[in-house]
């Protein structure tokens, strides 16, 4: 089982920069992969990134941010980053970070374990 804490949201302007960080309280996230979705009022909940716990590190993007956010781990693996640059108002929502075992995955509903979620808000 993993607990999954997550910091870094707040308000920006569109153009800016922000990064999220979600850690697995008291361990590390070895063997699961870890998962960025959001969801914006009023709609479904979406994917955003993905990566791997493997040693060769896989990586995966939602189009619509492809280009503008990385995914990435710190060298602990306790500590998932996604850092968000050239944020634009539709980038508003509610960002969560989970983690699955053995599949790495697009879908919300592979996902076994959730962070509490961390409000980021775009301004025009």
């Known amino acids: 089982q993993v607990q999954l804490v997550e910091s870094g949201g707040g308000l920006v302007q569109a153009g800016g920069s922000l990064r999220l960080s979600c850690e697995a309280s008291?361990?590390?996230?070895?063997?699961?992969?870890v998962g960025w979705f959001r969801q914006a009022l009023g709609k479904e909940r979406e994917f955003v990134a993905y990566?791997?716990?493997?040693?060769?590190?896989?990586?995966d993007y939602a189009d619509s941010v492809k280009g503008r956010f990385t995914i990435s781990r710190d060298n602990s693996e306790s500590t998932v980053y996604l850092q968000m640059n050239s944020l634009k108002p539709e980038d508003t929502a509610v960002y969560y970070c989970?983690?699955?075992?053995?599949?790495?995955?697009?879908?919300?509903?592979?996902?076994?374990?959730w962070g509490q979620g961390s409000q980021v808000t775009v301004s025009s």
């Open positions: 989970a983690a699955v075992l053995v599949k790495l995955s697009r879908v919300v509903t592979d996902y076994n374990y």
């Open positions: 008291g361990r590390t996230f070895n063997p699961y992969h």
């Open positions: 990566i791997s716990w493997w040693s060769g590190v896989v990586t």
